[in-house]
Every structure is written in structure tokens, then in C-alpha cells.
């Protein structure tokens, strides 16, 4: 099995160069190539954000920590730009450093501008926020989701450009089919990549994150207790559920923190069972009715 190998291409190989980004920055005097240019600085009101950058959330705190750098030592690299029209440039690579630049009161940036289509400004922008700062696990898998869907790049294409093997990439994708509630655990950091992974597929999966957040459990407790409740539950068949049903359940695990299942019958008569792990979550459980 090959090993990683940084990340894939790179955003030097993306827009097309054989040296690094860095050294072509470097090469201001450099006019031989007509595809990338270093532009004198521009108003940084002209810049805008991409509207399909794949990051949605920005840690603010890092930003005003990069905001202070650049205070002190000024923009070192500059922003990748598309040019829109005379005043108007979207920005391809670099909204942190844009944002950060407004912060630190800059009113001129430097900026390289390249005419790329959206394929390659997708493909650029989500990789130069992975070089950067890693993308939370959901923001990570519809960037690579929109790569596969939007613009047809094979499992194979998107390995050798994100440097993941096709296998982290399959797991990596099939965090979108958790309830959104579940994804927003992960973006909002209460759950990790691990945590989610584990829940993908489970048709109970917001009830059993919302009792794997309250016990703090870590992935290998939470892998634990979902094989508790499997085989607790025993092998009856995945069968269709009263959306109700489901409803109640989360509600009444919401309340007592541990999960249940309701066994509702056509006979109006049925079954309510609760699911401990351990002698304390038991005696806890006892005290809640006793109230």
C-alpha cells in the first residue's frame, strides 16, 4: 500500500506550474509566463469571497492571531484571484488571509491573478484550506463530494489529488448520510471524525450521539455500546419504523439520557424498553423516576 504523500498534487501542480507556489511568487520579474502574474497590490475591497468555498466555518480566534502577524510583518503571501471585471476579483486561495488582512486594517493586498474555470477553483480552494487548516470532517466530505458529483473526478483522481487512500475517501463521503443533527455535532466539534464514522448507517444515530456526548464517551466506549445495543436488541430485521415512533423515542432518550425503544403494536398494546450500560447509569435512572 503506497504511503501519504503530503497532499496529492498540490496547489503549485494544480494551476499548472513545476515549481513550488512560493518560488513563483518570488519571481516578480519573471514575465515570460502569460498564465501567472504577480499583480501590483490591489484594494482589498475589490476582493470577495468564492461562494463555493468549501469552508463554511472560520475560527475567528485563529484569524485574529494571523490578523496580529500580519500587523507586524505585513500579507507575505499573497491571494490568489480570478478576475471578474476591473474592480471585482473572486478570491480562489486565501480567505483567511483576506479576512485576517481586513482585521489587521490592511487597505492594499497583493494578490496573483489566474484565469481558471470553477472545476479548478473547487479543486484549489479545497485543497489549499486542507494545507492550511484542516476542514471540519463534514465541510471535508462535501468538498470531495461535490468534486465526484459536480465534476465527475473518479475515486482514483480525487486520492491522487488529496493524497488520502480510496478507502478514506469512501468513509470520509459517507459522513453525509448522518442526520443533520449528527453532522452538526461533528462541525461544531462535539463529536470527532471517529464518533461519526461509527454512527453512519445506524438508524438511531442521533439518539445514540446524543448518549455518547453526555457520557463523553470516546470512539472505542461508543463502538462498544453500539454493539451492546445490537445485540441487546437482537437480530429481528431492519423493519420500517412510525416516523412518530422514532420521534418519541429521541424525545424520551433526550430526557433520561440513555437509549430506549418503543415496541409499538397494531393491538394499540406494546413495550417500552431503556438500555443501561452500567450499574450507575442504572441508579441514575431510578432517581429520574422517583422525582
Not at 506550474?17 to 509566463?33: A, F, M, P
Not at 470516546?218 to 453500539?226: A, C, F, G
Not at 430485521?237 to 415512533?245: A, E, L, R, S, V
Amino acid at each position: 500500500m503506497n504511503k501519504k504523500k503530503g497532499l496529492g498534487k498540490g496547489l503549485a501542480a494544480l494551476i499548472g506550474e513545476k515549481e513550488s507556489l512560493g518560488n513563483d511568487i518570488n519571481k516578480t520579474n519573471d514575465v515570460s509566463n502569460q498564465n501567472l502574474r504577480q499583480s501590483d497590490e490591489i484594494p482589498i475591497e475589490f476582493l470577495h469571497p468564492n461562494k463555493n468555498q468549501p469552508r463554511k466555518l472560520f475560527d475567528e480566534e485563529k484569524i485574529d492571531e494571523l490578523s496580529q502577524s500580519i500587523k507586524q510583518k505585513g500579507l507575505i503571501l499573497p491571494i490568489l484571484v480570478k478576475k471578474i471585471d476591473e474592480n471585482n476579483y473572486q478570491i480562489i486561495a486565501g480567505e483567511r488571509r483576506w479576512r485576517a488582512s481586513q482585521k489587521a486594517g490592511l487597505h492594499d493586498v497583493p494578490v496573483i491573478i489566474k484565469n481558471l474555470d470553477d472545476k479548478e477553483i473547487l479543486e484549489i480552494a479545497l485543497i489549499e484550506n486542507m494545507q492550511r487548516e484542516d476542514l471540519n470532517p463534514i465541510e471535508e466530505a462535501e468538498g470531495i463530494a461535490r468534486l465526484q458529483d459536480e465534476f465527475k473526478y473518479t475515486q482514483e483522481e480525487l486520492s491522487n489529488i488529496l493524497g488520502k487512500s480510496r478507502p478514506q475517501i469512501s468513509n470520509t463521503i459517507r459522513l453525509l448520510k448522518l442526520p443533520q443533527k449528527v453532522k452538526e455535532f461533528v462541525q461544531n466539534k462535539t463529536l470527532s471524525a471517529g464518533h461519526a464514522r461509527a454512527l453512519v448507517g445506524l438508524e438511531d444515530s442521533y439518539a445514540i450521539a446524543q448518549v455518547a456526548i453526555k457520557k463523553n464517551m470516546n470512539v472505542r466506549q461508543l463502538e462498544t455500546y453500539i454493539s451492546y445495543v445490537k445485540n441487546k436488541r437482537g437480530k429481528k430485521g431492519n423493519k420500517t419504523k412510525d416516523p412518530n415512533i422514532l420521534s418519541l423515542e429521541n424525545e424520551i432518550t433526550q430526557m433520561l439520557g440513555l437509549i430506549i425503544k418503543i415496541d409499538h403494536k397494531n393491538s394499540e398494546k406494546g413495550k417500552l424498553e431503556i438500555f443501561y450500560n452500567n450499574l450507575e447509569q442504572l441508579d441514575d435512572l431510578i432517581k429520574k423516576l422517583r422525582k
